[in-house]
């Protein structure tokens, strides 16, 4: 990727540049060029449903991972009014590669949550890159608690490569907390709507990511290993995670089929970075309904829902006895 | 008759996933042989590089007489090893089985392997025998199998135990014994698997019963990062493997080699992780004593 422009959709965006270029030379010398405008209108139009429209699950992870992509406060300012930042884990520090605080989201109070990545070098070092730490996820677990006590639901925008391998994190219990989120946001009695908005990385993406609703952006991505983890242990070679993409299953239609989320939220055509508002738009759209749909549930019946949907998971198959038997007596070959 | 006995009684049982090709040996007798014990008589210890007896290592239950080393021990030599005896175990949804839910290429195939090389069907043995004559629902994950790694049948397996247990009223024993965290090929739905375990665990506390989880090398990923750190009580054999991300991806994140003894059960015990570290000849009366004092 070079500015921002992956490979693939270069041919689409230098016509776009050509576009404003033409658009600003007529204004600047008042020239008309609206015949050949409609013409290189058309073709982009054409060029943008071609490139966008097929995406492959690789080209998806790119715009997942694209630097100008919104991240979780980028979010929360658009989507939400009177946001409060709460910070610290009350026990070893504040995480800023989590965010999170209460706010109104279209008139309802709400606990809003979310690894935080850096929008520049200098906010990514602060942010380590948006890996939490164990206090990270203490904190949003904090959070989360008080979310319960305040009787306010639970809003988890989810964007992260994973739990922060380190040493720091190990001797803290990285484990150990993954863990104690999963099991605590299981049984909170107030709705909990989660949205995977970019990367969804194993466990800690689980970690903020235990809901009554289960949401992805169209071209994030959810799994349980990373694109590039999974191709260098199956062809010890990353640069084959393309592939590995496609066999994981790991875009938001996949996860939809697999019955793991309940809802795609559409992006604008090419990535929620080409246009911002929109794609906000449509997140809060979806939220404020589903959110609106859980509000009137006691928490016995959301807790009761949400382990019935987790108890679900999974696919096996069942051997009869009859099987087993008629195996042990058909000669193998 | 214990419905264990049929982990030994036909060879043809675990042959419903057909082996690939020139794989046809069929599921063996011997169920879980640890890798790091070769067949013959004789075997160096990883730890003092000695040479060890195998019978000798074996009477000492697969631990170094000399340095102290934990070999891995299989499912059901470590049942054996816990339980009053076998006899008493009677295995709980043996006639699960793994599909292969993304069509993961290669998957088929490689569970086949590990199905005739350690004459199990999947990672997980569970079940409820008798420790000090008391009924205990009991789940050990095993390492030879798939390096322990948890998908939709040891997710389903283990999540049963705990909702049988809670049905019994009897206290829960698991030993993670190698877990290789959630298995890739079945991709999201083993990070399910993750949230469906520990919802069981959790709502196993009704029950009041203890649920003691034992980690054994190695402990780490998935499998840490949900049932096995939410044991009522957590044990540790000396020198495991435990932790989230793997030492190599820390090292190559930092890039700086690994402090000695990072992620060990000694580690975890000095940073507050796990309540103690029992040697392998002590396990069995340790967990009799939780046990006999939860019964006081």
Same mark, same amino acid.
């Given at each position: 990727?070079?500015?921002?422009?992956?490979?693939?959709?270069?041919?689409?965006?230098?016509?776009?540049?050509?576009?404003?270029?033409?658009?600003?030379?007529?204004?600047?010398?008042?020239?008309?060029?609206?015949?050949?405008?409609?013409?290189?209108?058309?073709?982009?139009?054409?060029?943008?449903?071609?490139?966008?429209?097929?995406?492959?699950?690789?080209?998806?992870?790119?715009?997942?991972?694209?630097?100008?992509?919104?991240?979780?406060?980028?979010?929360?300012?658009?989507?939400?009014?009177?946001?409060?930042?709460?910070?610290?884990?009350?026990?070893?520090?504040?995480?800023?590669?989590?965010?999170?605080?209460?706010?109104?989201?279209?008139?309802?109070?709400?606990?809003?949550?979310?690894?935080?990545?850096?929008?520049?070098?200098?906010?990514?070092?602060?942010?380590?890159?948006?890996?939490?730490?164990?206090?990270?996820?203490?904190?949003?677990?904090?959070?989360?608690?008080?979310?319960?006590?305040?009787?306010?639901?639970?809003?988890?925008?989810?964007?992260?490569?994973?739990?922060?391998?380190?040493?720091?994190?190990?001797?803290?219990?990285?484990?150990?907390?993954?863990?104690?989120?999963?099991?605590?946001?299981?049984?909170?009695?107030?709705?909990?709507?989660?949205?995977?908005?970019?990367?969804?990385?194993?466990?800690?993406?689980?970690?903020?990511?235990?809901?009554?609703?289960?949401?992805?952006?169209?071209?994030?991505?959810?799994?349980?290993?990373?694109?590039?983890?999974?191709?260098?242990?199956?062809?010890?070679?990353?640069?084959?995670?393309?592939?590995?993409?496609?066999?994981?299953?790991?875009?938001?239609?996949?996860?939809?089929?697999?019955?793991?989320?309940?809802?795609?939220?559409?992006?604008?055509?090419?990535?929620?970075?080409?246009?911002?508002?929109?794609?906000?738009?449509?997140?809060? @759209?979806?939220?404020?309904?589903?959110?609106?749909?859980?509000?009137?549930?006691?928490?016995?019946?959301?807790?009761?829902?949400?382990?019935?949907?987790?108890?679900?998971?999974?696919?096996?198959?069942?051997?009869?006895?009859?099987?087993?038997?008629?195996?042990?007596?058909?000669?193998?070959? | 008759?214990?419905?264990?006995?049929?982990?030994?009684?036909?060879?043809?049982?675990?042959?419903?996933?057909?082996?690939?090709?020139?794989?046809?040996?069929?599921?063996?007798?011997?169920?879980?042989?640890?890798?790091?014990?070769?067949?013959?008589?004789?075997?160096?210890?990883?730890?003092?590089?000695?040479?060890?007896?195998?019978?000798?290592?074996?009477?000492?239950?697969?631990?170094?007489?000399?340095?102290?080393?934990?070999?891995?021990?299989?499912?059901?030599?470590?049942?054996?090893?816990?339980?009053?005896?076998?006899?008493?175990?009677?295995?709980?949804?043996?006639?699960?089985?793994?599909?292969?839910?993304?069509?993961?290429?290669?998957?088929?195939?490689?569970?086949?392997?590990?199905?005739?090389?350690?004459?199990?069907?999947?990672?997980?043995?569970?079940?409820?025998?008798?420790?000090?004559?008391?009924?205990?629902?009991?789940?050990?994950?095993?390492?030879?199998?798939?390096?322990?790694?948890?998908?939709?049948?040891?997710?389903?397996?283990?999540?049963?135990?705990?909702?049988?247990?809670?049905?019994?009223?009897?206290?829960?024993?698991?030993?993670?014994?190698?877990?290789?965290?959630?298995?890739?090929?079945?991709?999201?739905?083993?990070?399910?698997?993750?949230?469906?375990?520990?919802?069981?665990?959790?709502?196993?506390? @009704?029950?009041?019963?203890?649920?003691?989880?034992?980690?054994?090398?190695?402990?780490?990923?998935?499998?840490?990062?949900?049932?096995?750190?939410?044991?009522?009580?957590?044990?540790?054999?000396?020198?495991?493997?435990?932790?989230?991300?793997?030492?190599?991806?820390? @090292?190559?994140?930092?890039?700086?080699?690994?402090?000695?003894?990072?992620?060990?059960?000694?580690?975890?015990?000095?940073?507050?992780?796990?309540?103690?570290?029992?040697?392998?000849?002590?396990?069995?009366?340790?967990?009799?004593?939780?046990?006999?004092?939860?019964?006081?």
């Amino acid at each position: 990727m070079v500015n921002g422009v992956f490979e693939w959709e270069r041919p689409l965006i230098e016509l776009e540049n050509r576009i404003k270029e033409l658009q600003a030379f007529t204004k600047e010398k008042g020239i008309d060029f609206s015949e050949e405008l409609a013409t290189l209108e058309r073709k982009a139009d054409r060029l943008r449903a071609e490139i966008f429209s097929n995406l492959t699950p690789w080209q998806r992870v790119q715009l997942a991972r694209h630097p100008r992509r919104p991240t979780t406060l980028d979010y929360i300012n658009m989507i939400c009014t009177d946001f409060i930042e709460l910070s610290g884990d009350r026990c070893v520090r504040n995480d800023e590669a989590m965010v999170g605080g209460i706010a109104l989201l279209d008139g309802i109070p709400v606990t809003i949550i979310g690894p935080q990545k850096g929008r520049d070098t200098k906010e990514n070092i602060r942010r380590n890159f948006g890996l939490p730490h164990p206090e990270g996820y203490r904190k949003a677990l904090r959070l989360m608690i008080q979310a319960e006590k305040f009787g306010r639901p639970i809003v988890t925008l989810i964007d992260v490569v994973g739990a922060y391998p380190g040493i720091e994190a190990e001797q803290r219990g990285q484990g150990v907390a993954i863990a104690e989120n999963i099991r605590r946001m299981s049984f909170l009695r107030v709705p909990i709507v989660c949205v995977i908005t970019g990367e969804g990385g194993s466990g800690g993406a689980l970690a903020i990511g235990v809901g009554d609703r289960v949401l992805m952006m169209e071209n994030a991505w959810y799994s349980v290993i990373s694109p590039e983890m999974c191709a260098e242990i199956l062809w010890k070679d990353t640069s084959r995670a393309p592939e590995a993409a496609a066999v994981l299953k790991i875009g938001a239609q996949d996860l939809l089929e697999l019955g793991v989320i309940d809802e795609v939220i559409p992006e604008p055509l090419g990535g929620a970075h080409r246009d911002r508002e929109l794609a906000a738009q449509r997140l809060k @759209e979806a939220v404020v309904r589903h959110l609106r749909e859980l509000l009137p549930l006691s928490g016995d019946e959301l807790v009761r829902r949400r382990l019935e949907k987790y108890r679900r998971m999974g696919r096996v198959a069942q051997v009869t006895e009859e099987r087993l038997q008629a195996v042990s007596e058909s000669p193998r070959d | 008759m214990p419905v264990f006995k049929d982990l030994f009684r036909s060879k043809s049982r675990y042959a419903t996933v057909k082996p690939a090709q020139g794989d046809g040996e069929p599921a063996r007798t011997q169920a879980a042989r640890p890798k790091e014990v070769p067949d013959g008589l004789w075997v160096k210890c990883p730890g003092c590089q000695n040479i060890l007896y195998q019978r000798e290592l074996a009477r000492n239950l697969k631990v170094c007489a000399r340095c102290g080393h934990h070999f891995h021990v299989g499912a059901v030599e470590r049942l054996s090893q816990l339980l009053d005896s076998l006899d008493t175990f009677e295995e709980w949804d043996a006639d699960l089985r793994t599909v292969n839910p993304l069509g993961f290429p290669g998957y088929e195939e490689k569970l086949a392997r590990m199905q005739a090389q350690t004459g199990l069907s999947e990672a997980v043995v569970t079940g409820e025998g008798r420790l000090d004559k008391h009924p205990v629902a009991i789940g050990v994950l095993d390492f030879s199998f798939f390096s322990g790694s948890m998908g939709s049948v040891v997710g389903e397996k283990l999540t049963r135990l705990f909702e049988r247990a809670l049905e019994r009223r009897i206290p829960v024993i698991v030993v993670s014994g190698g877990g290789g965290g959630a298995r890739m090929q079945e991709g999201i739905l083993s990070l399910m698997q993750m949230a469906k375990t520990s919802q069981a665990v959790e709502r196993f506390g @009704e029950s009041r019963q203890p649920y003691i989880s034992v980690l054994t090398n190695p402990t780490m990923g998935g499998v840490y990062a949900s049932f096995a750190s939410l044991g009522d009580y957590i044990l540790a054999e000396p020198g495991a493997l435990i932790g989230f991300a793997g030492p190599r991806i820390v @090292e190559r994140t930092i890039r700086q080699s690994l402090p000695s003894g990072f992620q060990t059960s000694e580690f975890a015990l000095k940073n507050g992780m796990v309540d103690m570290i029992v040697e392998r000849k002590d396990l069995r009366p340790t967990l009799a004593r939780i046990l006999r004092l939860h019964r006081a």
